[in-house]
């Protein structure tokens, strides 16, 4: 029996590489989901780019389609390169927290603000998870990792609130206990022009629910109970939802103006 996002994947790979019990599947599904509503029969026009850690294997090499893995941290730079050689392509960038906000930070933010054509989705599972479970910027004050074993010192920082301040066009976030909600902000993510950034909370029961004793469904519990749409109240709730919602020209178009002007 064939299940309606086959077309989309790789069957020689299935099943997926995840832990028992990881969110990344999760996501695969929603974005395909997206996909497939967005009225794509496969994933013809689509580029992928991912760069190392856990999420980066949801498209490569799950995904029918092209994909292309690059140095850590190095995957936003590499996808501007492909949409501004290949502008008819929908260029995605999927990778975890650790890659995207960590050591390729800096290349997000000059990504944000030059509203680089792109669609970024950032599994953000709290740590660097592939690599051992240490802490990173997105890791909550408090939690103990494999490096902070007796909890994390430093303030987390607000990786969407960060890019929306910087100028991307569309940020949103939602976690894997919002997978409709979640859904259709990768569908209107695929609809607009400029950059787009989609933070999604995923568990990693390996690596972060062995340190706080968390079961799968006790993560996706959490995520329901803290996550909150409007302002948060206390120091453990968090924002989901949008966080901006704009329509500028991409850097794409910004180049154009520009060469027709000189």
């Known amino acids: 029996m064939s ?7 790789r069957s020689e790979v299935l099943p997926t590489p995840f832990c028992p019990g990881c969110g990344n599947g999760l996501v695969a599904g929603a974005f395909l989901r997206a996909v497939a509503k967005a009225g794509h029969a496969d994933l013809r026009n689509f580029a992928f780019v991912s760069g190392i850690g856990c999420a980066s294997w949801i498209p490569s090499p799950c995904f029918r389609g092209d994909t292309l893995h690059v140095a850590h ?3 936003l730079p590499t996808a501007l390169g492909i949409k501004l050689y290949r502008p008819d392509l929908q260029v995605v960038v999927i990778g975890g927290d650790g890659d ?3 050591i390729g930070g800096n290349h997000l933010l000059h990504a944000a603000r030059r509203n680089a054509d792109l ?6 599972n709290l740590v660097y998870a592939m690599t051992g479970g240490q802490v990173g910027p997105t890791t909550p004050a408090g939690l103990p990792t494999t490096t902070t074993p007796y909890g994390n010192p430093e303030r987390p920082m607000d990786t969407a609130a960060v ?3 910087a100028g991307a066009n569309y940020v949103a976030r939602w976690s894997v206990a919002h997978l409709r909600e979640l859904e259709r902000s990768l569908a209107k993510g695929l609809s607009k022009r400029g950059f787009r950034f989609i933070e999604v909370l995923s568990q990693c029961p390996a690596r972060v629910g062995g340190k706080l004793k968390m ?3 006790r993560f996706l519990r959490w995520w329901k109970e803290q996550g909150t749409t409007s302002a948060p109240t206390t120091p453990d709730q968090f924002f989901l939802g949008e966080l901006a919602d ?6 794409v178009e910004a180049l154009r103006a520009r060469k027709v002007s000189a």
């Open 3 to 9: 299940h309606p996002l086959h077309r989309y994947l």
């Open 73 to 75: 941290g190095r995957a």
């Open 100 to 102: 995207i906000a960590g």
């Open 119 to 124: 669609l970024v989705i950032m599994v953000n």
């Open 163 to 165: 890019v929306a301040a």
């Open 215 to 217: 079961e799968p469904a």
């Open 246 to 251: 704009r329509d500028e020209p991409g850097f």
